[in-house]
């Protein structure tokens, strides 16, 4: 079982060995890894630390959720406007 607070999207990219991450339920959580493994695993201690970041900062701390969902996709193309 992996053990999430929060759901995570994983992002392949154009790169093999490139892919990025980011938290829907966490604002400002996002990061960057090698490998599917490596972005679960640097998301685990990223989480911690990020919550650590906003309540040091006196910002809101969203619940955990219950149902954590990892998501695995490629990445979106950002639509210029």
Same mark, same amino acid.
């Given at each position: 079982?992996?053990?999430?607070?929060y759901?995570?999207?994983i992002e392949a990219t154009a790169e +093999? %060995?490139?892919f990025? @991450?980011?938290? +829907? %339920?966490?604002?400002? @959580?996002?990061?960057?890894?090698?490998?599917?493994e490596?972005?679960?695993y640097q998301a685990?201690?990223?989480m911690k630390e990020h919550l650590v970041l906003?309540?040091?900062?006196?910002?809101p701390i969203p619940p955990p959720n219950r149902n954590p969902k990892i998501l695995i996709q490629n990445e979106e193309a950002l639509v210029a406007t």
């Open positions: 079982m992996i053990e999430l607070r759901s995570l999207v +093999p %060995d490139f990025a @991450f980011y938290s +829907p %339920d966490l604002e400002g @959580f996002t990061g960057i890894g090698h490998s599917i490596d972005c679960l685990k201690w990223g906003l309540k040091a900062q006196k910002l």
